[in-house]
């Protein structure tokens, strides 16, 4: 009888660990599906088998589980009997949903759970201890599944895990605990009621201290795998003949000021002599040798085609770009950078330029290598990482095209040039992503610093400075103040190479101008006030309005934290920001349904050029 009585309240201790875990369970899934509904009806769509939204579901159907498994183990005939109901018709009209909106792998979820409780009530004696061990292993690969946007998600199920995995322990040791010390005398057994009780609690907390933790830095993540090869765009018949024209000078997107000599330069013939012509976009033919220099190109830009043509007739092409500008234009930059728009109005760069031109710096030379490296890849150099062979893949042969996507890319899921989101910027100046999410304490101070380079680590922190002003020196970063706004394109770019949304928005303008791109086809802009999930209202968000040749609608494009970049069909679906979780810093996803891309967007957008009206939305791809 004692036993008994002993092996009841083992149960009924199980039961309420299973309950306040299934409790924290179906908190969790409901809070997260508030943030996630946009999502459903879209999995796979950012890197997951199923939707958010899905996945918050799933984790509430698991909560309810864990608690059948407690009204099993405590037990309890009508709660059985009232949570198998409930169970039964959450998952049936769940699964009808699901199956609406074409979310097979969340529908196969729910049938296994479906077996596995069927599976275990058949061995009666021992479901509970089976529901609960798993319902808290298979939680954690669900909620990582489910809550992508944070890079430890799984740990939000610790809680519920923890304490399911204890009940399933206490349910199969049960029999055995009378052998315990201190319990199998009468006289001992109350201090060792206290002894154990203390020690079970104690073995709850170190498990969620030591799941809770987080190793991971809040700085720069790693670059992607080699790209692949990229193929000449020829036709077959022209690959076979041998004949192959190729421009050795000028490259492409390449700009000169008006009365400077242009020299052209082609490959010779390998076999035979050939005939070479060279026709310009703008006038005409420029010359028939296979090099020549000339000063007399009009002002714009030119689409220069090499036709190179042997004995047998045979015939091939090559292509490039150049632009003839004021020689006023990037003027008084010495040496004079070898790529820059032909439409701005900078003539100079940090610290001499109107504050525009040093946001947007586009004049400046020493953010000339990023645009090389990007008319390399678009001429069928392989680069690595991805950013390369997906700018050849989509952009369909034309190489401005290939350019802007390549630069886009590369700030964005790349991270070629530009690592991490700079928390340390917003905890300098006080903003809400390190005060609300972090502590209060934090404001006003330049923490997170680690896991970015050496000159982020020397910064200081003077909030009342802003912006190009509070950026003083290239070489001591201490007279630096990392505060909020943008700060000179080639000191983020090459010097701290990492930012805020701010920053990234810049960084991406001044590279596509620099790159070909005109004042009416690369723009950054803003959105106003959103909402954060678990912080509040944020005072704003920086990103980009992009053209891409061929097109009639402009995309937004956002790459802040290396997030999502650009998204051809639609908005961005993501971008990433270093905020703190459980207490320590942490990468953030944030979804396009909380930034409001479209019905938050600016009614002004701006490039060095200065200030334009934004198009209209329906203007921009995904805002109609």
Not at 394 to 422: E, L, Q, V
Not at 436 to 464: I, Q
Not at 504 to 527: D, Q
Not at 558 to 582: A, Q, S
Request: hydrophobic share 40%; aromatic share 10%.
């Amino acid at each position: 009888m004692l036993a008994d009585d002993k092996n009841s309240m083992t149960r009924k201790i199980s039961a309420l660990a299973g309950l306040f875990a299934g409790i924290a369970a179906i908190a969790v899934g409901c809070i997260f599906l508030i943030f996630a509904l946009p999502s459903l009806g879209r999995p796979g769509e950012f890197d997951y088998v199923f939707s958010q939204a899905a996945g918050g579901f799933l984790i509430i159907q698991l909560g309810l589980l864990g608690i059948f498994a407690a009204a099993l183990a405590w037990p309890s005939s009508r709660a059985e009997r009232g949570l198998l109901l409930l169970g039964s018709l959450f998952s049936l009209c769940i699964f009808a949903v699901l199956a609406v909106y074409r979310e097979w792998t969340a529908c196969a979820i729910i049938i296994v759970i479906a077996a596995i409780t069927w599976a275990a009530l058949r061995s009666r004696e021992d479901a509970a201890a089976i529901l609960f061990l798993f319902a808290g292993l298979f939680g954690f690969p669900l909620a990582q599944a489910a809550i992508t946007l944070l890079p430890y998600g799984w740990k939000t199920w610790s809680i519920s895990g923890v304490l399911f995995l204890f009940g399933a322990m206490l349910l199969s040791f049960s029999g055995h605990l009378h052998r315990l010390p201190l319990l199998s005398s009468k006289s001992s057994r109350r201090w060792g009621y206290i002894l154990y009780s203390l020690l079970c609690l104690a073995l709850i907390v170190l498990a969620l201290s030591a799941l809770v933790y987080l190793p991971g830095p809040a700085g720069p993540g790693t670059t992607g795998a080699l790209a692949k090869s990229v193929m000449d765009n020829r036709p077959d018949n022209e690959l076979d003949n041998n004949l192959r024209a190729t421009i050795l000078s000028p490259g492409d997107a390449r700009t000169f000021p008006s009365g400077e000599s242009v020299i052209f330069s082609a490959a010779s013939c390998e076999k035979g002599p050939c005939s070479f012509q060279w026709r310009s976009s703008r006038d005409g033919i420029i010359g028939r040798n296979e090099s020549f220099q000339t000063e007399n190109l009009s002002l714009g830009w030119h689409n220069i085609t090499l036709a190179v043509t042997n004995s047998s007739g045979s015939s091939d092409r090559a292509f490039v770009e150049i632009g003839i500008a004021e020689p006023w234009v990037c003027g008084q930059v010495d040496p004079r950078p070898k790529y820059y728009p032909l439409d701005t109005p900078c003539r100079d760069i940090w610290p001499d330029a109107p504050e525009r031109c040093q946001e947007i710096e586009v004049c400046h030379p020493d953010l000339d290598w990023i645009v090389a490296e990007a008319v390399d890849c678009c001429d069928g150099t392989p680069l690595p990482g991805s950013a390369c062979s997906d700018a050849c893949n989509r952009s369909g042969g034309d190489r401005k095209k290939c350019r802007g996507i390549f630069i886009i890319n590369s700030f964005g899921p790349d991270a070629r040039y530009m690592k991490g989101y700079a928390l340390f910027k917003t905890c300098c100046s006080g903003y809400p992503e390190c005060t609300r999410m972090c502590s209060s304490s934090l404001a006003g101070t330049c923490t997170f610093m680690d896991g970015y380079n050496e000159n982020v680590s020397k910064l200081s922190c003077r909030p009342e400075e802003w912006g190009v002003s509070a950026w003083h020196s290239d070489t001591n970063m201490s007279e630096n103040s990392a505060v909020l706004g943008i700060f000179p394109t080639h000191a983020t770019v090459n010097i701290l190479q990492t930012g805020v949304c701010s920053d990234y928005s810049a960084a991406l303008t001044t590279m596509l101008r620099k790159a070909g791109y005109n004042k009416s086809e690369a723009f950054s802009t803003t959105s106003s006030a959103f909402d954060l999930p678990l912080v509040g209202d944020h005072p704003g968000h920086a990103y980009n309005l992009v053209l891409l040749p061929g097109d009639t609608k402009y995309h937004i494009v956002d790459t802040t934290g290396n997030g999502d970049g650009i998204n051809l069909g639609g908005v961005p679906g993501y971008f990433r920001f270093t905020g703190c979780f459980l207490g320590m810093p942490s990468q953030t996803r944030i979804m396009d349904w909380w930034m409001g891309y479209c019905n938050k967007i600016s009614p002004q957008s701006y490039n060095d050029d200065g200030y334009a009206r934004t198009p209209e939305k329906d203007k921009i791809c995904g805002c109609t």
